[in-house]
């Protein structure tokens, strides 16, 4: 593996804090200069130790983590010379914005002059020039991620990393500050490498995702064909809303599959990650790819649905059906031309095209 060519290079790294369980296995990793990826799990899958880990702050059990080419597992943290963002902030509460910003650049023994010309532009750049000589307690979440945001940059590291900086804040606080990291990121063309476990806020502001799970990236790739492509059942259901329907592979051609589902209905899908004719597989399709009623013809897979429940949510009409064998499929149906009628209780059908619908390995 070349350790050159990236700026960020994981080369079999594994972890264990106790000598037996290993919290991250055989990691594998590489990051381009200037990208934007996000290492997204749940809780305990070994995002943020590897997180750590690049930071300094863990140390590998076992492999090599280089940065720009050079190996750094016995390099301390401080020399790395890496950016830091926390979802506490860890702002000094005694200083001012302005001191906390220029609290780097002093320890790198900057000048003066440079110290004040570069915590200026980092105000700017976070839209916070009038909070200058605030403290931190007289400012709101934001604007004191803001402020740990510009402090994380304003000694103009290489990398920067982000453990979950935005999970304090409310929701719309929170999606304005995707944005905001967003386009700072794209202005800068700083590497940034982001834990999160939120799934939405990695579609929005990732280059990449990496999605972990048990110690073990599921799959990595840009979140386009993460949501498009899952490559398996966790990913699948980790990325997006999803239905599911269990069954067992009974026929296999040209890279699609029939398969029969709990009720005996036999549905076509995309072979993409099963053990061949009987074994069990679980069927991947999401919501917005079913269409009620479909004209003759039009859809591979055609298959009688009983409605459970209909929800309006204003630009969609959220449906969820029972169908072979499942009670809980859901149907995203788009409310562009007035108000879908559907009710509880009706007989309707519903398709979809054999491509949108993926044979995953079996979720148990």
Request: glycine share 8%.
């Amino acid at each position: 593996m070349d350790t050159i060519n990236s700026y960020v290079q994981f080369s079999d790294v594994q972890k264990s804090y106790d000598g037996e369980t290993l919290v991250v296995k055989n990691l594998n990793l590489s990051v381009e200069q200037g990208e934007f990826v996000t290492l997204l799990g749940p809780s305990g899958s070994g995002k943020t130790t590897c997180l750590m880990m690049l930071a300094g702050f863990e140390t590998a059990t076992h492999g090599e983590i280089f940065l720009d080419g050079v190996p750094i597992n016995n390099v301390s943290p401080h020399k790395r010379e890496i950016g830091m963002v926390f979802q506490n902030y860890a702002l000094f509460p005694h200083m001012t914005v302005a001191e906390n910003l220029a609290f780097p650049l002093k320890v790198r023994k900057l000048p003066a002059a440079e110290v004040d010309e570069r915590v200026d532009k980092a105000l700017a750049m976070v839209q916070l020039h009038e909070f200058g000589g605030r403290l931190p307690g007289q400012l709101s979440g934001g604007q004191q991620q803001r402020v740990a945001v510009a402090r994380a940059l304003v000694f103009e590291p290489k990398l920067v990393l982000m453990d979950e900086p935005l999970g304090a804040l409310d929701k719309q606080l929170r999606e304005q500050m995707q944005y905001e990291i967003k386009h700072i990121h794209e202005n800068l063309n700083v590497t940034v490498i982001y834990v999160t476990h939120d799934q939405g806020e990695a579609l929005t502001m990732s280059n990449r995702i990496a999605v972990f799970n048990d110690g073990i990236i599921q799959q990595l790739a840009a979140p386009g064909v993460l949501y498009e492509e899952p490559e398996n059942s966790f990913v699948a259901q980790f990325i997006g809303e999803n239905n599911v329907l269990h069954g067992k592979v009974v026929g296999v051609m040209n890279g699609s599959c029939d398969v029969e589902t709990s009720n005996g209905e036999v549905v076509k899908a995309k072979a993409v990650n099963i053990d061949g004719v009987g074994s069990a597989t679980t069927l991947s399709l999401r919501p917005e790819r079913v269409t009620v009623d479909p004209e003759s013809g039009t859809c591979a897979n055609t298959v009688n649905a009983h409605v459970e429940e209909v929800i309006y949510l204003g630009d969609h009409v959220r449906t969820r059906v029972s169908l072979c064998g499942h009670d809980d499929f859901v149907i995203k149906i788009p409310n562009a031309h007035g108000h879908v009628n559907l009710e509880y209780g009706q007989s309707i059908a519903v398709g979809w095209q054999s491509e949108d619908c993926r044979a995953l390995d079996h979720l148990v």
